[in-house]
């Protein structure tokens, strides 16, 4: 049995358009957050098995490189411009939550290091409690980027600083 998977976007979504290469990420998120959920499921019925720890594997990369460039591209390109628009409340409770994701990364990743390596012994329903905050966390964090601070970021650029940020952030993952 299979993790489930959802149709996907291009791998970073349109070269011109930075929100569309953005939001391409957060498919990525939620379908890594599906897969992790999956696991969940999966793990205290079957345990570690080659899937699982595939799964695992998967996960641990995206939430090891892709999540972290993404974070910093929202906060090299789009905080900058909420805070200009003068909303820095909202830019400091995304980026506070950048670090509160990466605080339940590093915590719940060590279970998820486990099933890669086939070593996970199930402790019980509570250790997937901080798989549920994480997943829960990371939702309502790209709904409020995507409802509101993505709409006011592009109001902020032209087409040809629009154009710049995508360039800089296909340079910092090698695709220029």
Known sequence: MR???????PLYGRSDDPFEMLETCHDRVRRALIRMEWLAARLPVHGCDATTAQSARDVMHHFDLVAPAHHEDEERHILPLLRAAGDDAFAAQIEQEHHELHRLWIELRRGLAEVAAGTWIAT???EFVIWAKFAALYRAHIAAEEAVAFPAARAALDPAAMEAICREMAERRGLA
């Open 124 to 126: 019980g329903p509570a």
């Open 3 to 9: 993790a489930p998977l959802q149709p996907q976007r």
